[in-house]
């Protein structure tokens, strides 16, 4: 009997000692369990007097009582740690802001043509597109720019072969639309796209740049339809209160040729960095199409007129968001870029 009392005390004091429900269950079975000093007396109590038996009898169970409550309680503050321990662990802090997304937004220069090709969409113009391998008739020849005028020179181009090259203007597009429009009826189309020129390797110029031109032809088509179209251009995309100024100039493919500027947006016209002090900034390149690209491309200049005009979107660009060098266009650095989103 005083064996299985300090049994008692020893397996309490394990069970006290216990950090963990394996450490209780290996206690249980070694105390309770089948080959158990417990199980051990219970069986050795038919060798006992009969007077002895039932005082062995109930120290035993007293014994298996005691060591059962206190496994069950050390049980259950063990399960309970383990849920706190669970809870601890996986418990988020709600409080905490949450991770920001980071949107993306579109390239300046995407934005800038995206808004002048929906200006014209909306005057009824359609989008066309062509190759940027270009053949030397539709670059040249078709846009009154026959063999060895010096507008044609190697070092300005990259020629493929002798008559292939990568396109210096997007004007190729527009002959390729004239000609291709077999019942010549009316045109108005806006002509996006890459342009490249061989250029010297100076910093403000780059190989590949974009260009947008756009080419009208129909019947009675005038001088003043090309103003307006380009004074409702300005003020669309510079403001309402721009003022717009003709510059008689030169281009092969047009006749009469002028150079538009808009009034400085910056100063209003006295004068500035943005307008180099003269109130006005030159904006894009523009004429009636010349007599010869109406016939080459199999027109009567008799029967139809056309005009047309030219732009640089990264010119627009830089105007437009006060952008200070071309290059941002190109390089992709993100704290540029992020500018606009
Ligand atoms: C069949 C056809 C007939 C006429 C055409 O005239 C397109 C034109 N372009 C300009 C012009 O000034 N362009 C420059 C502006 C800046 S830039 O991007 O470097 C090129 C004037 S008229 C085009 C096609």
Excluded at 37 to 56: G, H, Q, V
Excluded at 81 to 102: C, F
Excluded at 209 to 232: A, R, W
């Amino acid at each position: 009997q005083e064996r299985l009392v300090s049994l008692q005390s020893e397996a309490i004091k394990q069970i006290e000692e216990a950090t963990d429900l394996k450490a209780i269950n290996e206690i249980r079975i070694a105390y309770l369990g089948k080959k158990g000093p417990i199980t051990e007396a219970m069986k050795a109590m038919k060798d006992l007097s009969p007077e002895e038996r039932p005082k062995m009898g109930a120290v035993a169970n007293e014994v298996r009582a005691a060591i059962q409550e206190k496994l069950e309680a050390k049980q259950v503050v063990l399960e309970q740690n383990a849920i706190n321990e669970k809870l601890e662990s996986e418990s988020i802090d709600v409080t905490l802001p949450g991770r920001p997304v980071h949107a993306g937004g579109a390239h300046p220069l995407r934005a800038v043509i995206q808004e002048i090709e929906d200006l014209f969409i909306g005057m009824g113009y359609e989008i066309a597109e062509g190759p940027e391998v270009e053949k030397d008739y539709y670059n040249f020849e078709a846009l009154n720019l026959p063999k060895g005028h010096p507008a044609r020179d190697m070092q300005d181009s990259f020629y493929i072969s002798e008559e292939t090259l990568m396109r210096t203007h997007t004007s190729p597009v527009q002959a390729r639309t004239m000609e291709a429009n077999v019942e010549k009826g009316p045109i108005k189309i806006i002509c996006p796209g890459k342009v490249y020129r061989r250029d010297d390797d100076d910093a403000t110029h780059s190989h590949q740049f974009m260009q947008i031109e756009g080419l009208v032809i129909g019947e009675n088509i005038s001088m003043s339809d090309l103003k307006g179209t380009l004074q409702l251009f300005a003020k669309k995309m510079f403001g309402e209160d721009r003022e717009i100024r003709l510059r008689p100039s030169f281009f092969p493919f047009t006749e009469p040729s002028v150079e538009m500027d808009i009034s400085c947006m910056k100063c209003g016209g006295k004068g500035c960095n943005m307008c180099k002090h003269t109130g006005w900034i030159e904006i894009l390149g523009a004429g009636m199409v010349h007599p010869n690209v109406l016939e080459m491309a199999g027109y009567n200049p008799k029967e139809v007129q056309g005009f047309a005009f030219g732009m640089g979107p990264e010119r627009i660009a830089l105007l437009k968001y006060g952008i200070d060098d071309i290059r941002h266009f190109y390089t992709n650095d993100i704290r540029f870029l992020k500018q606009f989103q």
